[in-house]
């Protein structure tokens, strides 16, 4: 049961963290917005491992170079784009097309690493995207920020966003099967990865100080530290401790019911939750449900 608690209470804390980014949108780039989400959490899991008296022994060159890669993929590109699709298509939606990742990540790891999918779970992809695509595709009553067309920009950035999660978590997985690596530390060395790309971007750029400006303001860096914790730092904690106590199928099952929580939360922000938003989102749980178990 600590395992299953944990895994809703993972979802329910990234549905919130994606409100929080879309708020903080309004005032950072994607990728300044990463880098200081990022930042904060690196702190944190640095600092929960030096309490902890975990040292980071027995990593093998290739498994650190496997972890570094997979920050780059889905914490450097895939987190940066998710927070652009954030701004085009509302946390709401957003979120939405991130149950597409489970679904990219199995067909990554089949022509990859050589694993077998079962009926069920080819059609738990059907769903997925068929329930994504009924959403995505709806026209909503005009907004102050999205328009009521959905922005296909914004469905490409979503997209990425989810193959960024994919590729990320399949690499990630290369790199842990078989080895004892601490699941603490395999985060921090990814979100050091991340961090590493978008520093170096927004570095190349001439961008750096000028992205992080508006952290100058006390309330918008208070907002990014409160989704960092929440979302990142709290969200990976939680996620370790379901995949420890509850099987894999079940707690990645639960940690995908970001879209469901954001509903109501979505509603009390002034955003429309309609019958089929609600139903499309079902869809692709089921969806989801079937792909992992399967």
Request: charged content about 10%; proline content about 4%; overall charge positive.
């Amino acid at each position: 049961m600590v395992g299953e608690v944990a895994a809703l209470a993972a979802a329910f804390l990234w549905a919130l963290a994606s409100l929080l980014f879309g708020q903080l949108g309004r005032s950072l780039l994607p990728l300044g917005l990463n880098l200081a989400k990022g930042a904060i959490a690196l702190l944190l899991l640095a600092l929960t491992l030096l309490i902890l008296g975990r040292a980071l022994a027995g990593i093998e060159a290739w498994t650190l170079v496997l972890l570094l890669v997979s920050g780059v993929v889905g914490i450097g590109l895939g987190d940066t784009v998710y927070f652009a699709a954030i701004n085009h298509l509302g946390a709401r939606r957003a979120l939405l097309m991130e149950t597409l990742a489970p679904a990219l990540a199995a067909l990554l790891a089949g022509l990859g690493l050589g694993e077998v999918l079962s009926w069920s779970a080819y059609l738990g992809m059907v769903l997925t995207l068929v329930g994504v695509g009924w959403v995505i595709s709806q026209r909503l009553p005009p907004t102050a920020d999205l328009s009521p067309r959905p922005s296909y920009r914004g469905v490409l950035y979503g997209a990425l966003a989810a193959l960024g999660q994919a590729s990320g978590a399949v690499l990630s997985r290369a790199a842990l099967a078989d080895t004892g690596v601490d699941p603490l530390w395999s985060s921090l060395l990814r979100l050091a990865g991340g961090l590493l790309l978008i520093t170096t971007l927004l570095m190349a750029q001439g961008q750096l100080r000028h992205q992080l400006k508006p952290l100058g303001s006390t309330r918008i860096l208070a907002l990014v530290a409160v989704a960092a914790v929440l979302g990142t730092y709290l969200g990976i904690y939680l996620q370790q401790i379901a995949l420890k106590y509850s099987p894999t199928g079940i707690a990645q099952a639960l940690t995908a019911t970001s879209p469901l929580f954001i509903l109501p939360m979505a509603g009390l922000v002034g955003d429309r939750v309609t019958g089929r938003a609600v139903g499309g989102a079902v869809l692709a749980l089921v969806g989801v449900v079937l792909l992992v178990n399967g």
